[in-house]
């Protein structure tokens, strides 16, 4: 069965410090992985996917990952990290084609002074 | 394009009320899916449809939620009768056939007293 597991609930960074958020999956084949990023009583909001190819990908506000399949990981990273950053982020998981995504618990990331 | 359409935003209602939450799903799209996120259980998906036939309502919690969708331009999920225990914020997402990235809603909260 399809899972993902984000280990970190809750995560608190220093503005301008960097940032690595984990994800790890398990699927029988050959996976598209997401990261989506919810604000507070907002949607959630697509960072970047992988579909295949380059296994580095570039999103939006900054954000990349990279799919490591022998780690079974997605992690999400970003160098420097600004205030607005504070949401919650989802790693995804899903098959080719119209079915659902399989998302995990989410990682509260919290931006200090 | 305006993205999911979800309506309410907020909806308050007494126990043992039925509730009916709207989604319009982006135009052209033929993927449709209704999650519910809490605090306990994150995002979990209740039940989806493709070209406007449900596919897989496993995660329909009871026999009180039904989903419809109609045409392809609007689906609905009630609660009949509604519970404390369905709390939660309620998100329409939708995709397109090939693209597996799903577009969310801005979601409803549902408050159940």
């Known amino acids: 069965a399809q899972s993902v597991t984000q280990p970190d609930i809750h995560i608190t960074v220093s503005e301008g410090a960097s940032l690595e958020l984990r994800c790890n999956y398990s699927?029988?084949?050959?996976?598209?992985l997401f990261w989506y990023v919810q604000s507070p009583g907002q949607g959630l909001q697509l960072l970047l996917k992988y579909f295949s190819g380059d296994t580095l990908v570039q999103g939006i506000k900054g954000f990349e990952a990279e799919f490591k399949r022998s780690q079974s990981s997605f992690n999400l990273r970003k160098p420097s990290v600004h205030w607005s950053d504070a949401a919650e982020y989802f790693c995804a998981v899903g098959p080719r084609g119209n079915t659902p995504l399989v998302f995990g618990k989410g990682t509260r990331l919290s931006v200090i002074a | 394009d305006a993205g999911v359409i979800q309506s309410p935003r907020h909806e308050v209602t007494e126990m043992g009320q039925e509730v009916t939450l709207r989604c319009k799903p982006i135009s052209g799209h033929n993927s449709l899916f209704w999650y519910r996120q809490t605090m306990m259980r994150g995002l979990e998906l209740l039940i989806y449809f493709n070209n406007n036939v449900p596919i897989d309502d496993s995660g329909m919690p009871e026999d009180r939620f039904s989903a419809k969708m109609p045409n392809a331009s609007f689906s609905t999920l009630k609660i009949q009768p509604s519970e404390p225990r369905d709390s939660a914020v309620y998100f329409c997402?939708?995709?397109?056939?090939?693209?597996?990235?799903?577009?969310f809603g801005q979601g409803t909260r549902l408050t159940v007293v």
């Open positions: 997402a939708s995709s397109t056939q090939g693209d597996t990235e799903a577009f």
């Open positions: 699927y029988g084949a050959t996976p598209y």
